[in-house]
């Protein structure tokens, strides 16, 4: 019989760093995959991507935000999804726009709610019209989103590019090495 060979040690390593990472991201995959599809729509929860650190500490660069439809009025202090310049985002309730008593129930109902994501200066107030309002957000999933802000983001594209891409090499050679094992 042939003599068997051994492997070099940094072969050895860079396989057990693959099978690690695949098992890493087939797993969150299979779990973020499962919430979006099955019980995102069965709690009627939205998904919104955190795409900077305006809302730090809270919740950071990458974090998916889950907002549900809000159970009642939105207080100040509550974080929630809404649509500003035509993109979902995540901002704090900070109160509601002042309509006057005599208002009639149009103007009511037109008045907004008063943000500011808790980054900003205190004198940045957005008023978000009640109908932007996605939901309030009830959960959010760590970082899970951070190769989509790496993608977009044009400072860090071709760095975020490379990430991604060495994250999908490492997950395909895990892959197949965790196959190649059963």
Same mark, same amino acid.
């Given at each position: 019989? /042939? /003599?068997?060979?051994?492997? !070099?040690? $940094?072969?050895?390593? @860079?396989?057990?760093?693959? *099978?690690?990472?695949?098992?890493?991201? @087939?797993?969150?995959? %299979?779990? @973020? #995959?499962?919430?979006? @599809?099955?019980?995102?729509?069965?709690?009627?929860?939205? !998904? +919104?991507?955190?795409?900077?650190? $305006?809302?730090? !500490?809270?919740?950071?660069?990458?974090?998916?935000?889950?907002?549900?439809?809000?159970?009642?009025?939105?207080?100040?202090?509550?974080?929630?999804?809404?649509?500003?310049?035509?993109? %979902?985002?995540?901002?704090?309730?900070?109160? *509601?726009?002042?309509? /006057? +008593?005599?208002?009639?129930?149009? %103007? *009511?109902?037109?008045?907004?709610?008063?943000?500011?994501?808790?980054?900003? /200066?205190?004198?940045?107030?957005?008023?978000?019209?009640?109908?932007?309002?996605?939901?309030?957000?009830? %959960?959010?999933?760590? *970082?899970? #989103?951070? !190769?989509?802000?790496?993608?977009?983001?044009?400072?860090?594209?071709?760095?975020?590019?490379?990430?991604?891409?060495?994250?999908?090499?490492?997950?395909?050679l895990g892959a197949r090495e965790l196959a190649r094992e059963r």
């Amino acid at each position: 019989a /042939p /003599p068997a060979r051994t492997e !070099p040690l $940094a072969t050895r390593r @860079l396989r057990t760093l693959a *099978r690690s990472v695949a098992a890493l991201v @087939l797993t969150a995959t %299979a779990v @973020l #995959g499962g919430w979006l @599809l099955v019980l995102e729509p069965a709690l009627g929860s939205r !998904p +919104v991507l955190v795409r900077d650190e $305006a809302m730090s !500490p809270s919740l950071r660069t990458g974090d998916v935000a889950l907002a549900v439809a809000p159970d009642g009025r939105l207080g100040a202090g509550t974080i929630v999804a809404v649509r500003l310049d035509g993109r %979902a985002t995540v901002t704090r309730a900070i109160g *509601r726009e002042e309509v /006057p +008593v005599d208002a009639g129930a149009e %103007a *009511r109902a037109a008045a907004g709610l008063l943000a500011r994501a808790d980054g900003e /200066p205190l004198e940045v107030v957005h008023v978000i019209p009640l109908g932007d309002v996605l939901g309030e957000v009830g %959960a959010a999933v760590p *970082r899970v #989103g951070l !190769p989509v802000v790496l993608l977009r983001d044009p400072a860090t594209s071709p760095v975020g590019t490379l990430v991604v891409l060495a994250v999908l090499g490492l997950t395909v050679l895990g892959a197949r090495e965790l196959a190649r094992e059963r």
